[in-house]
């Protein structure tokens, strides 16, 4: 009998997750219409591909073996990253379009509200201990530092110094600190202590750079190259300035810094990515984080079939999808 997955779940809960977030915007009161409008224009403009704001109804189904007490977290995630993903194409600077009906100065602050205040607003309406309440809060609030601190290393990529540590430290910032605030929310609502509490957002501190792996693949695969065009530091091009000669390696900071504005040295510097020393290099540190994820959920421990669901999305966002023929689209994750 095939399990359930995260895509199963997110269609049970996808209209109590649509229904929390319609009931924060309306607890915003008659004076914030503008706000209300700019909000929901920016939803209906940044679509998820991937429905991960079942993750915190994950975390709380493994420890309690219910998840609906969680969707307001997942309300949260979905605010969250709204924003975040609103801002980073803003950030990137290729055309970004903003909301029908929306000015760019109306979306980048709904951006903001979407992300930070209206998540914290969410938290607090929720009938909860004043302690976990204020947990809650504080998880949002360090998570916005900390996120902050990874899009700035991002923006300030020194490709010239790049390395897949430093790669790593932006990485758990935009997306390891994000992934690991909702699951950490996730175990403080479901009342455990504060070694698992620990735990969970270490897990997702994991899953997070796994997930942002996963996406640079997707980049690629898409055809859209957007991380190439930008010029940005990926785990994948500091794999292959490890793997390239010390001759070299000037050599392919040249085609990353010429890959912005150059269709031929993006294609040049595709082959040096996807070259197979670079993609076993690569493979392999996929396969120790997706080991850590497997081995923080095996110490965790929980109730079934969350912890199957939370097994499987690990195991689908560490797959090695690139190959030399990387336009090939058919082993992406379903």
Known sequence: ????????????????????????????????????????????????????????????????????????????????????????????????????????????????????????????????????????????????????????????????????????????????????????????????GSERTRSWREFGDVFGILWQLFNDQEDLLSGRDEDLRNGTVTYLLACALDEVSPGCREHVLELSAAARGSAEARTELLTVLLAPAVLRRFEKDLDAFRGEAHRLLAELGGAEPYLSMLRNLVDQSSGLYLTPSHRVLGKQPA
């Open 1 to 192: 009998m095939n399990q359930p997955s995260y895509f199963d779940l997110y269609r049970q809960v996808s209209a109590d997750m649509d229904a929390e977030i319609r009931a924060a915007l309306e607890r915003l009161g008659p004076t914030s219409g503008s706000v209300r409008e700019a909000i929901s224009g920016l939803l209906r403009h940044q679509q998820m591909k991937y429905p991960l704001s079942v993750l915190p109804l994950l975390v709380h189904g493994a420890e309690t073996g219910v998840h609906a007490p969680a969707v307001p977290l997942a309300a949260v995630h979905v605010l969250w990253w709204t924003s975040a993903c609103y801002l980073d194409d803003l950030f990137d600077g290729h055309g970004v379009y903003a909301p029908a009906g929306l000015g760019s100065d109306e979306a980048l602050l709904a951006a903001v509200i979407a992300g930070q205040a209206l998540p914290i607003h969410v938290v607090q309406a929720q009938r909860v201990p004043d302690a976990v309440r204020n947990a809650l809060t504080g998880e949002i609030v360090t998570c916005v530092i900390s996120a902050s601190e990874g899009q700035l290393r991002d923006l300030r990529g020194d490709t010239a110094g790049a390395s897949r540590d430093s790669v790593v430290a932006a990485y758990r910032g935009k997306s390891g600190a994000p992934f690991g605030m909702i699951t950490a929310m996730a175990a403080i609502l479901s009342g455990v």
